[in-house]
């Protein structure tokens, strides 16, 4: 089978915050996607309203940039583990790959995971040094530490002898040598041509489209993104839709699509080879293949990694349930976990034996958190439990999902994170100091262990830590670990937050409400500053008397409440605790409301956990 000329497919790969979007941005720009007076915003590829405020890529979007008269389909991948899905999704698409590694950061866990990934499907490395420009760059050792990654990932003579180019992404300038002159990205583009092969595939075969991504229009309603390995796509045929359990015929495209810049171009046929968009076709679904009628041939199925975490996703039951949310039924929200599934083959929704939950699995907090807070952002309103590690058997073992956790600390905390994590059954297998006061710990730890402790990291090394972390492996199960160690505030009763109650509340935890905002009994309010919950009036009053004075209260000040958002509170709630989401605010509160049930509650549960033991 013969290779393109006029083609190159690549994915640009990375871990987070290493510039790929940044780059993307300049090769649009020098390839004359923009005309020199177009405002263009930065990032323009991180299109949804999370990836912006967030800085990360979410979801991997493909564009089209020509040079030389070769069209160069590009995908933009996210950097985060949790997002992992996409990556492998979209590494179906491509013929290679450039890899992304910060010139002062070097490789980090999930460079680690995209080169496997890459490599395990032989794609052919253009290695990028970027951010040349910062102070404190150290080029050689990081090419040094990526050389590195590939001998310990067991690649091949082949794969191990890739091209370096050095690259400013925000400058737009590229480099094959440091040494030389270059105003441009020219050198990177030269690069892909010579470096990545043209796709492999044949005009003249059975048709064969691999459904890789899903779009939605209001115009011509659920687009199929992917790309064609053989055959030829055209208007006005008939075709068959290779599904996992059936196959579907005839089918008609309503609309063909190829990629121009950031946009979709209507066209009568497309060849071989050539990433592309159909339209007109009712539920399409991810891994699905459309074939010729008359002699249907199925590309293999999209497998990725399976999910390691899990969430429950309640009906809102609390009293303040309907004040502001749009969708608040089980109806609604299966309908939308489900429509989730149809474009996320990272996710995967099971039922429950309650008609008001449903289990939702995930690569990871991070995951499950976007998806809880787009949900939200479209006017659901439902309630969410703590996040739990799916565990498997092995030979009658209980086996858990354990991660190869990196972090990078001043000196001076190593003792505190070293401390906390291995409470928490963590193991530190490697220790490296990188200079400047800073040092590289790598531990292995349960999934189990993490959750609920990267704002506690935060906390304990101000601000200066990072942490970075992978799937490893299974292990048998570690025992107990602890998490929360401290209680918390829990309302006993309805009403609106009085500053006079929070100032009673100095000495015994931090509230996370304000004066005035209305609470219900089970709402907690707060963190105890010790072990245990506490139930508290925070609703309460000071007595008015003829005997005060008007301004014997005027230089009291209060301690300004402790806000959480979305992702700090899934971290923060305990087994019985549940956070309940609205477009408009997000809350904690028990899963017993009634203090007298809930006690009843507790004192069964330690009653049988002393029976068990």
């Given at each position: 089978?013969?290779r393109?000329?006029?083609?190159?497919?690549?994915?640009?790969?990375?871990?987070v915050?290493?510039?790929?979007?940044?780059?993307?941005?300049a090769?649009?720009?020098?390839?004359?996607?923009?005309r020199?007076?177009?405002?263009?915003?930065e990032?323009?590829m991180?299109?949804?309203?999370?990836e912006r405020?967030?800085?990360?890529?979410?979801?991997?979007?493909?564009?089209?940039?020509?040079?030389?008269?070769?069209?160069?389909?590009?995908i933009?991948?996210?950097?985060?583990?949790?997002f992992g899905g996409?990556?492998e999704?979209?590494?179906?698409?491509?013929?290679?790959v450039?890899?992304?590694v910060?010139?002062s950061?070097?490789?980090?866990p999930?460079?680690?995971?995209?080169v496997?990934?890459?490599?395990?499907?032989?794609l052919p490395?253009?290695?990028?040094?970027?951010?040349?420009d910062?102070?404190?760059?150290?080029?050689?050792?990081v090419?040094?530490?990526?050389?590195d990654?590939?001998?310990?990932?067991?690649?091949n003579?082949?794969?191990?002898?890739?091209p370096?180019?050095?690259?400013?992404?925000?400058?737009g300038?590229?480099?094959?040598d440091?040494?030389?002159?270059?105003?441009?990205?020219?050198?990177?583009?030269?690069?892909?041509l010579?470096?990545?092969?043209?796709p492999?595939?044949?005009?003249?075969?059975?048709?064969?489209?691999l459904?890789?991504?899903?779009d939605?229009?209001?115009?011509?309603?659920?687009?199929?993104?992917?790309?064609?390995?053989?055959?030829?796509?055209?208007m006005?045929k008939?075709?068959?839709?290779?599904?996992?359990d059936?196959?579907?015929?005839?089918?008609?495209?309503?609309?063909l699509?190829?990629?121009?810049?950031?946009?979709k171009?209507?066209?009568?046929?497309?060849?071989?080879?050539?990433?592309?968009?159909?339209?007109?076709?009712?539920?399409?679904?991810?891994?699905?293949?459309?074939?010729?009628m008359?002699n249907?041939?199925?590309?293999?199925r999209?497998?990725?990694?399976?999910p390691?975490?899990?969430?429950?996703?309640?009906?809102?039951?609390?009293?303040?349930?309907?004040?502001e949310?749009?969708?608040?039924?089980?109806?609604?929200?299966?309908?939308?976990?489900?429509?989730?599934?149809?474009?996320?083959?990272?996710?995967?929704?099971?039922?429950?034996?309650?008609?008001?939950?449903?289990?939702?699995?995930?690569r990871g907090?991070?995951?499950?958190?976007?998806?809880?807070?787009?949900?939200?952002?479209?006017?659901?309103?439902?309630?969410?439990?703590?996040?739990?590690?799916?565990?498997?058997?092995?030979?009658?073992?209980?086996?858990e999902?354990?991660?190869?956790?990196?972090?990078?600390?001043?000196?001076?905390?190593?003792?505190?994170?070293?401390?906390?994590l291995s409470t928490?059954?963590?193991?530190?297998?490697?220790?490296?100091?990188?200079g400047?006061?800073?040092?590289?710990l790598?531990?292995?730890?349960?999934?189990?262990?993490?959750?609920?402790?990267?704002?506690?990291?935060?906390?304990?090394?101000?601000?200066?830590g990072?942490m970075?972390?992978?799937?490893?492996?299974?292990?048998p199960?570690?025992?107990?670990i602890?998490?929360?160690?401290?209680?918390?505030?829990?309302?006993?009763?309805?009403?609106?937050v009085?500053?006079?109650?929070?100032?009673?509340?100095t000495?015994?935890?931090?509230?996370?409400?304000?004066?005035?905002?209305?609470?219900?009994a089970?709402?907690?309010?707060?963190?105890?500053?010790?072990?245990?919950?506490?139930?508290?009036?925070?609703?309460?009053?000071?007595?008015?008397?003829n005997m005060?004075?008007?301004?014997?209260?005027?230089?009291v000040?209060?301690?300004?409440?402790?806000?959480?958002?979305l992702?700090?509170?899934?971290?923060?709630?305990?087994?019985?605790?549940?956070?309940?989401?609205?477009?408009?605010?997000?809350?904690?509160?028990?899963?017993?409301?009634?203090?007298?049930?809930?006690?009843v509650?507790?004192?069964?549960?330690?009653?049988?956990?002393?029976?068990?033991?």
């Amino acid at each position: 089978m013969k290779r393109k000329p006029n083609i190159r497919n690549i994915a640009i790969i990375a871990h987070v915050d290493h510039g790929k979007t940044t780059l993307l941005d300049a090769m649009l720009h020098q390839s004359g996607v923009f005309r020199d007076n177009q405002h263009v915003q930065e990032r323009v590829m991180d299109s949804m309203d999370l990836e912006r405020e967030r800085g990360i890529t979410i979801m991997a979007k493909n564009t089209a940039v020509w040079y030389k008269d070769i069209k160069i389909n590009i995908i933009d991948t996210p950097g985060h583990a949790d997002f992992g899905g996409e990556v492998e999704r979209s590494l179906n698409l491509v013929d290679g790959v450039l890899l992304l590694v910060d010139a002062s950061e070097g490789p980090l866990p999930q460079t680690r995971f995209v080169v496997q990934k890459a490599l395990g499907k032989n794609l052919p490395v253009i290695l990028v040094i970027n951010k040349i420009d910062r102070s404190d760059a150290r080029i050689e050792e990081v090419i040094n530490e990526v050389y590195d990654l590939f001998i310990d990932l067991n690649a091949n003579e082949e794969q191990i002898e890739f091209p370096v180019l050095y690259t400013n992404a925000k400058a737009g300038v590229a480099y094959q040598d440091l040494k030389a002159d270059s105003q441009d990205l020219r050198p990177l583009f030269e690069s892909i041509l010579e470096r990545i092969p043209g796709p492999e595939s044949d005009d003249h075969k059975i048709t064969q489209f691999l459904i890789t991504n899903l779009d939605y229009d209001s115009y011509v309603g659920q687009i199929g993104i992917g790309r064609l390995f053989n055959g030829r796509l055209a208007m006005n045929k008939d075709y068959a839709l290779c599904e996992s359990d059936r196959i579907r015929k005839p089918v008609r495209l309503a609309a063909l699509y190829t990629f121009d810049g950031l946009k979709k171009i209507l066209t009568e046929s497309v060849e071989a080879g050539d990433i592309v968009a159909i339209a007109g076709i009712d539920s399409m679904h991810i891994g699905d293949t459309l074939s010729e009628m008359e002699n249907p041939s199925p590309l293999p199925r999209i497998m990725v990694d399976e999910p390691t975490v899990s969430m429950l996703f309640y009906v809102n039951n609390s009293p303040f349930a309907g004040k502001e949310g749009q969708f608040l039924t089980s109806r609604h929200i299966r309908e939308r976990l489900d429509r989730e599934i149809l474009g996320n083959v990272a996710i995967q929704i099971k039922s429950t034996n309650r008609a008001d939950a449903f289990e939702v699995c995930g690569r990871g907090e991070l995951q499950l958190a976007v998806l809880i807070e787009t949900m939200r952002r479209e006017g659901y309103e439902f309630m969410v439990s703590k996040p739990t590690v799916i565990t498997r058997e092995e030979n009658g073992k209980t086996m858990e999902p354990v991660e190869r956790v990196y972090v990078d600390v001043p000196g001076e905390f190593i003792g505190v994170i070293t401390e906390k994590l291995s409470t928490r059954k963590g193991r530190m297998v490697n220790m490296h100091t990188i200079g400047s006061g800073r040092t590289d710990l790598e531990f292995l730890i349960p999934s189990r262990g993490l959750i609920g402790f990267r704002t506690q990291f935060l906390t304990d090394t101000k601000g200066a830590g990072i942490m970075h972390s992978i799937m490893e492996s299974y292990e048998p199960w570690f025992g107990p670990i602890p998490q929360r160690t401290t209680g918390a505030l829990v309302a006993d009763r309805a009403g609106k937050v009085s500053s006079y109650a929070c100032l009673s509340m100095t000495d015994r935890g931090e509230l996370f409400v304000s004066p005035n905002i209305e609470v219900y009994a089970g709402m907690v309010v707060g963190e105890r500053n010790r072990e245990g919950d506490l139930d508290v009036n925070i609703t309460k009053d000071k007595k008015l008397t003829n005997m005060r004075s008007s301004t014997a209260e005027a230089t009291v000040t209060l301690r300004p409440p402790r806000p959480l958002s979305l992702d700090q509170a899934i971290e923060f709630i305990a087994e019985d605790e549940l956070v309940e989401v609205t477009p408009k605010a997000e809350r904690l509160c028990k899963m017993i409301l009634d203090p007298v049930t809930r006690e009843v509650q507790r004192k069964r549960n330690r009653k049988m956990s002393l029976d068990s033991e």
